[in-house]
């Protein structure tokens, strides 16, 4: 599904159902070896899909395990994205010489729970949430906003290694399935801002931010 809103370039691989012979590499083993059934499941079943995008790469399978502020850390050369939730796992991966940022997110569609919505958004987003609920009200598109600043920060926090709050990136949607960020971030010789495709199907909102290498 996620591969509707991604370039050629991007390796992509999903997946519905925990498959219950994914298995973990001893490294990764050790940083879930506390975790709950639920995180453990989430964690191998993203690695599964992992390792099969990379395989598509040619790239041999080994250890992702979580860097600072629990990026993945993925092989030399290569840049990707994870994402989980209920029913559906993803990854994502390209060259570095293809791709120079990507960042994906998946929520289920629905609206967001009570007093998040003004956590995550600018006084100006939530005027123009407004007016798309007004023209599309089948689109839950505070949901949506979430997850596209979502996967602005994965997309972010590779290139930069700094955090970025939700109030840091002034989002735009589209009803067309694209949107832009303005970073309002001092810019530093970082990003100033993305663009992505976003999409809603099977229960799903999906977001993607891919960055082309120069």
Do not use: N
Request: charged residues 20%; aromatic residues 8%.
């Amino acid at each position: 599904m996620i591969e509707k809103i991604l370039p050629a370039e991007v390796a992509v691989a999903e997946a519905r159902h925990d498959p219950p012979d994914a298995e973990l590499f001893p490294e990764e083993e050790a940083v879930i070896v506390r975790a709950v059934a639920k995180r453990r499941r989430e964690f191998t079943t993203v690695r599964f899909c992992a390792r099969r995008a990379l395989a598509e790469l040619g790239v041999p399978p080994a250890p992702i395990l979580p860097g600072k502020r629990g990026a993945p850390q993925w092989p030399a050369g290569v840049v990707g994205s994870m994402t989980h939730c209920e029913g559906y796992r993803a990854a994502v991966v390209a060259r570095t010489g293809d791709v120079s940022a990507l960042g994906i997110d998946a929520e289920p569609h629905g609206p967001l729970p009570e007093g998040v919505l003004t956590i995550v958004t600018r006084p100006a987003e939530l005027s123009g949430l407004a007016a798309l609920t007004a023209s599309s009200p089948e689109v839950h598109w505070d949901r949506l906003l979430f997850s596209v600043k979502e996967s602005i920060y994965k997309a972010w926090f590779p290139l930069t290694g700094d955090w970025l709050g939700f109030e840091d990136a002034d989002v735009a949607l589209s009803p067309d399935g694209s949107f832009s960020a303005r970073i309002l971030l001092d810019p530093a010789g970082r990003p100033t801002g993305f663009t992505g495709r976003w999409l809603v199907a099977d229960g799903l909102v999906v977001s993607a931010v891919t960055a082309l290498a120069p």
